[in-house]
């Protein structure tokens, strides 16, 4: 899996609350969720995202409520890939359950800033930051991970069999 | 090497003799709970799988509890999805107005959790049930969906904290101090993927409603999980609140920690989270006066009985401060029953307070409670990240219910141990 854009970068503890308000959680239409992510903490969000852009960030990164309309939501704006030093686990789950690549590395979330072109292959565990040309190591997912998302996430894995 | 009391259970419920942590597996679930948020998510979910029947109505939970009774066209097609589901798929525990409460109020309540079980739920407080020593987890509604399926969930096998409790709390001081404390020292991601494992010969002092609360917290501090060994009153409650037949996994003697905290509850003091991160936690000799707009004593954390009677102990043949307003929510009906049955709603009333039915409504800044631009809460919930209850300028401060009700009185954040001296 590899995944090009451009890095939009915030701080620790990302919450699940400012990812998508609770006050838009009256809804689970990915488009309408979509149109409120990040709102609390980045107003210019919305309107910056580009297909393809790829998220930095801190430690911690979606803690709080469970909302699987968090991960929805970023994953609707356009965003390919989140890379954090860290996640919150019910995020990490959640964001492999519903197909958005996420993946810990907290080199690359240090250095590349927000703006910077980049390159993520996680099948071999690289990140490249185009614009700086460097390069940054991550651990691959453990198998039973990998099978997950290779068959396009948790309810697909049940459906098709892999996940008995 | 051993196993703690987490391992042992995930390890029992994958159907393997040993577990250790890091290991990925397959557990089969004793409950699954959602709530009126996240179900619809999930049933949207189940629907792909093409089931016409879930795994065991008898082990699934959907409870209507965040926006109801319904606060608006939105929330109420949401309640409807989950009630012509359930109704489809005859669910045996499915709780609507009438008699619904807050979720992790209302399980233990009913006896659907015991000790030994494995819960997930589509709720992030779902950790609450390791009070009962259970092993029980927030997650996402695409896993309630594959629960509701096939009756299992995938975990990767978690280490621990372990926290030795030693000492007795002192009066007005409760399980919400203490675990504000706790996070306070370790931070929001301080046992991030971890089991949180209470034990110690400080336990038997804390209450159920202690336990339950703090429980409820641990995920306030990233963990997986949080868990209490179960003694005489969590078999007395289990007992009491007709739970099925029970099993006490123990850790063993040489269960690996990745870290031990010691804890002595007799040095615990009123203790309050200030925004905007439930580990940014002060005691009173570092807190100034601090004006409030209004008080919250409810919610998943702090809506039982025990707390509603902290608050009445302290606001009784009093009233509350000019100017704040005082909104008290039982948990559940049982808790709203009591609370009248034992005058706690006339003591209420008579401070100047407002009682609602149950409902998580403004602990997420859903309704019933909404705060404006630069006001300042002091509430008995969970989280008080920026907006969490209202606008992105207001403010949430995390206290007991004890702390809460005195603050109601004055006006501004003060300690139960200054107005009942």
Known sequence: MKYTGNAIKYGDNVDTDVIIPARYLNTSVPSELASHCMEDLDKTFVSRVKQGDIITAGLNFGCGS???????????????????????????????????????CPEAADDIKEGDSVEADLDNGIIRNLTTGREYRTSPFPEFIQKIIENGGLIASIANGAVK | MGMTMTQ?????????????????????LDLVLGNDITSPVAIKEFAKLGKDSVFDKEKITM???????????????????????????????????????????????????????????????????????????????????????IGKAWFKVPSAIRIELTGTLRPYVSGKDVILHIIGKIGVDGALY??????????????????????????????????????????????????????????????????????????????????????????FNEIEDIKIDQVVIG?????????????????????????????????TQQVYLDAMEQGLLKIFIESGAVVSTPTCGPCLGGYMGILADGERAVTTTNRNFVGRMGHTGSEVYLASPATAAASA???????PWEVMK
């Open chain 1, 66 to 104: 469970s909302r699987e309309h968090a991960p929805i939501a970023i994953k609707a704006s356009g965003i390919s890939l989140v890379i954090a030093k860290s996640f919150a686990r019910i995020f990490y789950r959640n964001a492999i359950n519903i197909g958005l690549a996420i993946v810990e």
């Open chain 2, 299 to 331: 919610s998943c954390t702090n809506g039982r009985i025990e707390d509603l009677q902290a608050a009445a102990e302290i606001l009784k043949g009093r009233h509350v401060a000019k100017g704040v307003r005082v909104i008290i929510i039982p948990a």
């Open chain 2, 8 to 28: 042992k259970i995930l390890a029992a419920h994958a159907g393997l003799s040993t577990v250790k942590a890091g290991d990925l597996i397959l557990a089969s």
């Open chain 2, 409 to 415: 009185l004055t006006g501004r954040i003060t300690s």
């Open chain 2, 63 to 149: 409870i209507m509890d965040h926006f109801v009774p319904n606060k608006d066209i939105k929330a109420a097609e949401q309640c409807k999805t989950c009630r012509s589901f359930c109704s489809d798929m005859d669910i045996t525990h499915f709780y609507d107005v009438g008699d619904m409460g807050i979720e992790h109020a209302l399980i233990p309540e009913k006896g659907l959790v015991t000790a030994g079980d494995v819960v997930i739920g589509a709720d992030s407080h779902t950790c609450t049930y390791g009070a009962l020593g259970a092993f029980s987890t927030g997650v996402g509604s695409t896993d309630m969906a594959c629960g509701m399926a």
């Open chain 2, 194 to 283: 971890r089991s949180m494992e209470f034990g110690g010969k400080g336990l038997s002092s804390l209450s159920m409603a202690d336990r339950f609360t703090i429980a409820n917290m641990a995920i306030e501090a990233g963990a997986k999980n949080g868990i209490f060994e179960t003694d005489y009153k969590t078999l007395l409650y289990l007992n009491q609140h007709g739970s099925k037949s029970h099993k006490i996994y123990e850790a063993d003697y040489d269960a690996e920690y990745d870290k031990k905290l010691y804890i002595n509850l007799s040095e615990i003091e009123p203790t309050v989270a200030f925004p905007h991160l439930p580990e940014n936690a002060k005691t």
